[in-house]
């Protein structure tokens, strides 16, 4: 079993305990660097020193120009810039709030996407031929210019309207 309890300064504990609470073990670590959470595998990340610029088409139309990190999960990349992408799994591939339209030419140079992100995307509102979930897609070089489109809704089963905010 394990307890996971967040205190201050950024410091998340996770907590061991056997069934009858003989033992307890504590293990500290630092929530920054364990945020960013995907299950996007994270070989090749940089320390965020390298960036692309992203355009991004809003629901109501409009182009926001924004950077990217290299190596970072696309969610996050449009989180951190203020884009409205809900990611309301956190970003672990177990809702389709964060479904993104992406540019064919784009499209055809990333990885297939996994079992599970299609599984998700069949639930997507709006879903195209080249609808990815944001959370499931790392940033490289071939983002540069590139255009990712918003849908015009999300759906989200946990709660209509209810948008987290990322940590």
């Given at each position: 079993?394990?307890?996971i309890?967040?205190?201050?300064n950024?410091?998340?504990?996770?907590?061991?305990t056997t069934?009858?609470?003989?033992?307890?073990?504590t293990?500290s670590?630092?929530?920054?660097k364990i945020?960013?959470?995907s299950?996007?595998?994270?070989?090749?990340?940089?320390?965020?020193?390298?960036?692309v610029n992203?355009?991004?088409?809003?629901?109501?139309?409009?182009?926001?120009?924004?950077k990217?990190?290299i190596?970072?999960?696309?969610?996050?990349?449009?989180?951190?810039?203020?884009i409205?992408l809900e990611g309301?799994?956190e970003?672990?591939?177990?809702c389709?709030?964060?479904?993104?339209?992406?540019?064919e030419?784009?499209?055809?140079?990333l990885p297939e996407?996994?079992?599970?992100?299609e599984?998700?995307?069949?639930l997507?509102?709006?879903?195209t031929?080249t609808?990815?979930l944001?959370c499931?897609v790392k940033?490289?070089?071939?983002?540069?210019g590139?255009?990712i489109t918003l849908p015009?809704?999300?759906r989200?089963?946990?709660?209509?309207?209810?948008?987290?905010?990322?940590?």
């Amino acid at each position: 079993n394990f307890v996971i309890m967040q205190r201050g300064n950024g410091i998340l504990n996770l907590i061991s305990t056997t069934k009858r609470l003989l033992s307890i073990t504590t293990t500290s670590y630092d929530i920054n660097k364990i945020r960013n959470f995907s299950s996007v595998k994270s070989e090749g990340l940089n320390n965020g020193t390298e960036s692309v610029n992203v355009n991004w088409k809003t629901r109501d139309g409009k182009v926001v120009s924004t950077k990217a990190k290299i190596g970072a999960a696309l969610l996050r990349c449009g989180q951190t810039n203020g884009i409205e992408l809900e990611g309301a799994c956190e970003g672990v591939c177990a809702c389709s709030t964060c479904h993104v339209i992406l540019e064919e030419k784009l499209f055809e140079t990333l990885p297939e996407p996994s079992e599970a992100e299609e599984d998700m995307l069949d639930l997507a509102f709006g879903l195209t031929s080249t609808s990815r979930l944001s959370c499931q897609v790392k940033v490289d070089a071939s983002f540069s210019g590139t255009t990712i489109t918003l849908p015009k809704a999300t759906r989200n089963f946990y709660v209509d309207g209810h948008v987290p905010k990322p940590h």
